[in-house]
Structures are given as structure tokens and as C-alpha cells.
């Protein structure tokens, strides 16, 4: 892999996420036990949002907490390599949202086949304000950025 300059790592960071549309979600509940699910989402203002029901656990854990993890990952068929999958993964803190506005987001971005959530009353839009985010491109090419998009780390040096 070539090596990238600060902008062009900055400019991966923005633009990662656009061909992707599930992201991998880790909550935990006040007892700390961890659980993984996987829900669409869309990212806007830096911000990202995704859709759930309010009656599944990883939502009630996020509304005790306001907390989590995400993991959006390369798919398979794509990577050049399976155990060097280019993957963004970030701590989150959460925020109960409403209005037609976030729906709005899911409609842009997913068109008809979301459009049923509004009518279900138990789905509800999720904020998550990413914390320092990772950026994994390949063996050794490992980023951080801050939460106010600077470089923190760039490459890793393996032993």
C-alpha cells in the first residue's frame, strides 16, 4: 500500500462510510454485558444515525447508558486481503432523536426499502456523536483522528 499523505488519510476518514450501509453496533447494559447487533444508518454533520426499535435490548442498553461502539467493516468479497479488511470503528455517545428530518436522511439514502419505519412506532432514531475514531487500511496502516478531525496517529509500527 502507497502511503498516503494527511489529507488524503483525512479524506478516506469522510468518504469511507459512502459505499457502506450497515454498521456493526456494541452496547452493553448497566452490568456491562456486551451485545452486538447490526443496523443501516446515515451520517450527517458528521454525526451518524441509525434506526431501531425501541423494544429490542441494544436499544434499551443505548437508553440506559448513552453509549456504544461502532464497527463498519469492508465486505469480504471486496478486501484484498480477509485479515486486513479496511475498517472504521469509533466509541459513540448517544442521543435519543426525533423528527421527520431523520427519517428524511433514511429516505435520501435508502429510498422505498426503509419506508415502512415510520409507520412502526416502536423505531427510533438513534444519534451517535463519534468519540476518536480508527481507521484501519491494511497491515501497518492503522489512523486516529480527534473528534474535531485531526490526525492523531498515522501508520503503526509493528514488531
Same mark, same amino acid.
Given at each position: ?78 478486501? *484484498? ?6 475498517? #472504521?470503528? /469509533? $466509541? &459513540?455517545?448517544?442521543?435519543?432523536? =426525533?423528527?421527520? +428530518? ?26 451517535? *456523536? ?6 484501519? #487500511?491494511? /497491515? $501497518? &496502516?492503522?489512523?486516529?483522528?480527534? =473528534?474535531?478531525? +485531526? ?9
Amino acid at each position: 500500500m502507497k502511503k498516503l499523505t494527511d489529507n488524503e488519510i483525512i479524506e478516506t476518514f469522510t468518504t469511507f462510510t459512502k459505499d457502506k450501509f450497515s454498521l456493526i453496533l456494541s452496547t452493553s447494559n448497566k452490568e456491562i454485558e456486551p451485545l452486538t447487533s447490526y443496523s443501516p444508518f446515515v451520517e450527517a454533520k458528521g454525526k451518524f444515525y441509525t434506526v431501531m426499535s425501541s423494544s429490542m435490548p441494544h436499544y434499551k442498553n443505548i437508553e440506559q447508558t448513552l453509549k456504544a461502539h461502532v464497527f463498519i467493516i469492508e465486505d469480504e468479497k471486496d478486501a *484484498s486481503h480477509i485479515f486486513a479488511r479496511k475498517r #472504521l470503528y /469509533f $466509541g &459513540a455517545n448517544c442521543k435519543i432523536v =426525533e423528527g421527520e +428530518e431523520y427519517f428524511e436522511l433514511f429516505d435520501k439514502r435508502y429510498g422505498e426499502s426503509l419506508s415502512f419505519i415510520r409507520t412502526m412506532k416502536d423505531f427510533k432514531i438513534v444519534e451517535l *456523536s463519534p468519540k476518536e475514531k480508527s481507521l484501519v #487500511l491494511g /497491515f $501497518g &496502516a492503522a489512523y486516529l483522528m480527534n =473528534e474535531q478531525g +485531526e490526525l492523531l496517529q498515522k501508520n503503526i509500527s509493528h514488531k
